[in-house]
């Protein structure tokens, strides 16, 4: 329902007295009802793909209108199987409401538009169908998603950055080891050795020797970072450091972390905080071996964001890929470690569960960004609440897709 409401916007009485002119586009197929695509049980005919590419460039939406139709009516029947697998199917009269709805973002009702449709070639039924699947997703995804959702007065001041005031960046070398059961104890002692150290050199080359995180070879020296970039857990502790000292180890799942604090500085602008951190995790048997490593190497170079995962998990237990979308106070402590290092659609594989059995194939796949003092609160809650809802909607469909059996002619 929101796809075009951009394009629309732009639709006067005039563009619409244009497109009347509108000539008639050409089917490829000799047999306009013929499939040309399907989607599990389902087709989509060489006339639905035509009519729905010419309703789009009757709305000048941007790009090639072929091939915007073409994926529009795949996810459009992807959206109508979920919803009606969930027992989702509007009346009659919440598709006329909606059409209604979608009309009025041009200032017409719903016959003047239809009448404008029409007289460029586009029939009633195919922007009924377009109103119908974006109806059917928009309850599935209230009714399968508002209770993932809500938010605290907290998270919203969070969101509204209402702190305000300058930052504290911080320059930090990290260590994290594996400490698997086997192997706690004697990683703990060294752990414990470590943390006295307060030479910035002879942290680096423990870093060398036994982190595990991308960092290593940079004797485990970061890049600047802003202090409410960090964990919450990290924040304090390390505020109360001096130059060159360390953190007391930090106990993660499988694993002991320790920073070195190197420099601080305060600057003189708000670092951008965010209400919600996005991430996805795959889990991939066989710990820290070089194969697991290996594989994971060759993961990263076929996925760019965390999207392409559900095509990679496609298959598998629903338990191998895990993707949340969280408060920074609220993620785990040794993936929000994680998280601060990297940029969307970055990787990081320094992770372990299960006993150090299981690698985590960590990506960020984005942040919320917290900004804005000075809208209203409450309009400002539902736009943070829409934005995670339509993250969820955009993960679920692509897991849909992921798991669909789709031929195209």
């Known amino acids: 329902m929101q796809l075009l409401s951009t394009s629309l916007r732009n639709l006067s009485a005039l563009a619409l007295g244009v497109a009347l002119a509108f000539g008639p586009v050409t089917a490829g197929a000799q047999n306009l009802f013929a499939p040309v695509i399907k989607i599990n049980d389902s087709v989509v005919t060489a006339y639905e793909l035509e009519q729905r590419a010419r309703m789009l460039t009757v709305l000048r939406a941007p790009g090639d209108t072929n091939e915007l139709a073409r994926e529009q009516l795949i996810n459009d029947r992807l959206r109508l199987q979920a919803a009606e697998a969930a027992g989702i199917v509007p009346s009659t009269e919440e598709v006329l409401d909606g059409m209604e709805e979608f009309a009025q973002r041009a200032n017409l009702s719903r016959d003047e538009f239809i009448q404008a449709l029409e007289g460029a070639g586009v029939s009633a039924q195919t922007f ?34 209402a702190s305000g005031g300058s930052s504290v960046r911080v320059l930090l070398s990290e260590i994290i080891m594996p400490a698997p059961p086997p192997q706690a104890e004697a ?27 991308a960092s290593r070879g940079a004797g485990g020296r970061l890049p600047w970072q802003n202090l409410e970039d960090l964990p919450p857990v990290l924040r304090p502790l390390v505020l109360a450091l001096a130059p ?56 990263a170079s076929r996925v760019d964001r965390c999207d392409d995962l559900y095509g990679v998990a496609k298959g598998q237990p ?23 290092k990297l940029d969307p659609g970055e ?16 990506m960020l796949c984005g942040r919320t960004a917290e900004v804005n003092d000075d809208v209203d609160r409450d309009q400002f809650a539902i736009g943070l609440r829409n934005q995670r809802l339509q993250s969820l909607s955009e993960s679920y469909l692509a897991q849909l897709r992921a798991d669909a059996r789709i031929v195209t002619q």
Do not use: M
Request: glycine residues 6%.
């Open 318 to 340: 629903a338990e191998v890929l895990d993707r949340q979308a969280l408060p920074p106070a609220e993620i785990p402590t040794d993936i929000a470690f994680e998280l601060a």
């Open 128 to 161: 009924r169908d377009f109103v119908r699947a974006g109806l059917s997703w928009r309850l599935l995804v209230q009714a399968r998603f508002a209770g993932r959702v809500t938010l605290s007065e907290a998270e919203v001041d969070r969101a509204l950055g």
């Open 187 to 213: 990683v703990q002692a060294r752990a414990q050795r470590i943390s006295q150290i307060t030479s910035e050199a002879e942290f680096s080359a423990q870093a060398r020797q036994y982190s595990a995180t």
């Open 244 to 299: 060159g000292e360390v953190t007391d180890p930090i106990p993660i799942p499988n694993a002991v972390a320790l920073f070195q604090l190197r420099a601080v500085e305060e600057t003189g602008f708000t670092a951008p905080t965010y209400s919600a951190i996005e991430y996805a995790a795959y889990y991939l048997p066989g710990g820290r071996s070089e194969a697991t490593l290996a594989q994971a190497r060759v993961l």
């Open 347 to 362: 990787v990081s594989t320094a992770l372990t569960r299960s006993n150090g059995q299981t690698l985590v194939f960590l």
